[in-house]
C-alpha cells in the first residue's frame, strides 16, 4: 500500500466515448476514489477533466493521452507520462519532409482531437519544412470500407499515407490498400502502438512506420517486470509500462507528500523526481513529463513469424 493505506484498485471502461468517459469520472468521484490513471483516448480524457475531475481536485495521470490541451488547460492535478503531439508531430514532420519529400503524401485523420491533433500537428511541421500533401481527408471512427479513399489515393499517385488515429482504423487502410493495389507506405503516431495492428493488416503491415517514445519494455532495468507480465499471460507493450510508471509516479509522491490527500499529492509530483520504468520521472509546471523525445519505429517481422515495430537503426 501507500502510507500504511492499501490501495483499492477501481476500474471504469470508458469505450473511447467522451460522454460514458465522463460518466466513468463521476463514478469515480462519487465512490470517492483520489487518483486517476487515465484516460486512453484525449478526446475522452479532456471533458472528463473539464467536468469532473478538475473541479473536484482529483489527480490525474494519463499514460497515453497526447493532444496538447490535456496539459494547457492548466489544472494543477493533472499530469501525464507520455509525450505531447506538437511533439511527436514535429519528428514526424521532420521525417516524411526529410525522407519522402518527393514522394506524393496524403494527410488522413480519424475526426478526433487526438488523430485530427496530430495529423494537423504533422502537417504543419512538414509544411514548414517545405513538402506540401496531395491529399488531406477525414474519415470517422468505426469506418470499415475504405475503397473510396483508396480510390482517391490512387488517382493522385499517393505513396505515402499519413494517418492520424488509432490501429483499428489503420490496419483496414493498409490491408484494403495493398487488395486494391495500392502501393504505399502508412506512417503514423503512437496510436498504432499495438500488436493488433499486424492482426488487422496481416502481412501488408511490413514496412510500416510510426512515431513514439523510447520502448521501455526494451530496457534492461525493466527485464524483471516484464517478464512478470509474460508469466501472467500478458504482453506490456505500448501504454502498458507508462501506465505502471503513472503508479509508481502517486505512491512515490504521495510518500514525500507524508499524505493520500489528492491535492498534497500532486504538488509533491510537480517539486519532485521519480524513479520509474521510464527512467528518472520529472514534470514541467503544466503536468508534462520530462521525458526523451520521440523516435521513428518500423513494423518488421520478428525471428518467431509474428509482425511488431522495432526502433529504426
Same mark, same amino acid.
Given at each position: 500500500g501507500i502510507n500504511g493505506e492499501q490501495i483499492k484498485i477501481a476500474v471504469?471502461?470508458?469505450?473511447s466515448e467522451p460522454k460514458q468517459g465522463v460518466s466513468v469520472a463521476n463514478k469515480f468521484f462519487s465512490d470517492g476514489v483520489k487518483f486517476v490513471v487515465g484516460h486512453f483516448n484525449s478526446g475522452v480524457t479532456i471533458p472528463a477533466i473539464e467536468q469532473v475531475y478538475g473541479e473536484n481536485g482529483m489527480m490525474v495521470i494519463t499514460p &497515453? &493521452?497526447?493532444n496538447p490541451k490535456v496539459t494547457d488547460m492548466g489544472v494543477a492535478t493533472v499530469f501525464r507520462t507520455c509525450g505531447r503531439d506538437d511533439q511527436q508531430g514535429k519528428v514526424a514532420g521532420a521525417y516524411l519532409a526529410e525522407k519522402f519529400k518527393d514522394a506524393k503524401i &496524403?494527410?488522413?485523420?480519424d475526426k478526433t482531437p487526438y488523430g485530427q491533433g496530430l495529423a494537423d500537428e504533422t502537417k504543419k511541421a512538414m509544411n514548414a519544412a517545405g513538402v506540401n500533401e496531395v491529399m488531406y481527408e477525414g474519415v470517422n471512427i468505426g469506418d470499415k470500407d475504405f475503397s473510396a479513399l483508396i480510390g482517391k489515393m490512387k488517382e493522385a499517385g499517393v505513396s505515402i499515407i499519413y494517418w492520424g488515429g488509432l490501429h483499428t482504423e489503420a490496419g483496414l487502410i493498409i490491408r484494403q490498400s495493398a487488395d486494391q493495389g495500392l502501393k504505399a507506405t502508412l506512417v503514423s503516431g503512437d496510436g498504432i502502438v499495438s500488436n493488433e495492428l499486424a492482426s488487422i493488416a496481416g502481412d501488408a503491415v511490413a514496412?510500416?512506420?510510426?512515431?513514439?517514445g523510447p520502448? !521501455?519494455?526494451?530496457? !534492461?532495468?525493466?527485464?524483471e517486470i516484464v517478464e512478470k507480465f509474460k508469466a501472467a499471460g500478458f504482453n506490456p507493450e505500448a501504454y502498458t509500462l507508462y501506465s505502471y510508471a503513472a503508479v509508481q509516479v502517486i505512491a512515490e509522491a504521495a510518500k514525500a507528500a507524508g499524505s493520500t490527500d489528492s491535492v498534497e499529492v500532486a504538488k509533491a509530483a510537480h517539486a519532485g523526481t521519480f524513479k520509474t520504468v521510464l527512467g528518472e520521472m520529472s514534470f514541467d509546471e503544466k503536468g508534462d513529463p520530462k521525458l526523451p523525445g520521440y523516435i521513428m519505429y518500423e513494423w518488421v517481422k520478428g525471428d518467431d513469424g509474428k509482425y511488431t515495430y522495432k526502433p529504426q537503426g
Open positions: 471504469g471502461d470508458d469505450v &497515453a &493521452a497526447t &496524403a494527410i488522413v485523420h514496412g510500416t512506420l510510426n512515431t513514439f520502448d !521501455p519494455t526494451l530496457n !534492461p532495468d525493466n527485464k
